[in-house]
Each structure stands twice: as structure tokens, then as C-alpha cells.
């Protein structure tokens, strides 16, 4: 019976942890990246922000590692037969390089994101999304999926 346990623990054991190796690893996002992104939200502050809520503007915007295009307007949803209207800022597109990806700067722009939109009194909305590890995390931050592959927080 030891016989067993020791096989187990030296044969198969070990190969599940060489499964696990093959997995990308995930990188940590660097300074640089961070402060673009800051100055990023900053020009969305001033550009979207601070512009009439039923004018909705749509600004591309792109650093080193990302680029998107983010909308500031006033949406209709209904929840339950029941129409709320919400003022949001909205992500049509997000994009991070192949190269690029598995560095956390999707979820840290997400997050400032959202700052952003609270501090502004705003839901988040995410457009048209498509890549299903996007719309995992989403849901993983709280999103609600709306319509067919659109996301409210």
C-alpha cells in the first residue's frame, strides 16, 4: 500500500505540476505602463467628463500597451420591464497587444475606470464584447451582462 502512495506522490503528482507550467505566466504591470494609464484617465476626465451628459462624445485613445475608445452619454436600460436611465462612461473598445496581454493593464485601466466613473457619479459600461476571458473578468468584477454581449457594473 506505501508502494501506491509513493507512485502517486513521485509519478503522478509531479505531472500535474508540469501541466501547470505550460500556462502563461502572468506578469506584473510595470510603472511606466501605470503612469500612462493615470495620465490616460486624466485626459478622459478632462475630454469626457466634463462635457454635456446627452452629448455623447466618442474619443479613441492609445498609450504603449493599450487602446480603446471610450463614449460619455446618458443610456436607457431595461431591467425587469422596469426603464432606468443611467449616465455612463463606456468602453466601445479595448484592445492590449498579443505582446502585451497577461500583464494585468486591462484590469488596472478597468479599475481606475470605474474611479473614474464613481467619483463622477457613473455606471461603467462595456461595449460589444467578444473575447470571452474579457467577459469572465467582467463578471468576476461584479458586471451584469446586459443585452447580448454588453456589460453594466
Known sequence: MLNFWLKYVYVIFPVFFKLGMNQPKVETIDEDTKNQIQDLIKQIQENQCNTHVY???LNFYAIDKLRLCI????RTF???GVETKYNTLEIVQIEVPKEHQQQGIC???ITEFEKLALK???KVYVECVLNPILA???VKRGYNLYNEDCYIN
Open 107 to 109: 484590469s488596472y485601466f
Open 136 to 138: 469572465n473578468h467582467l
Open 120 to 122: 463622477n457619479g457613473r
Open 71 to 74: 463614449r460619455c452619454t446618458r
Open 78 to 80: 431595461f431591467f425587469s
Open 55 to 57: 452629448f455623447p462624445i
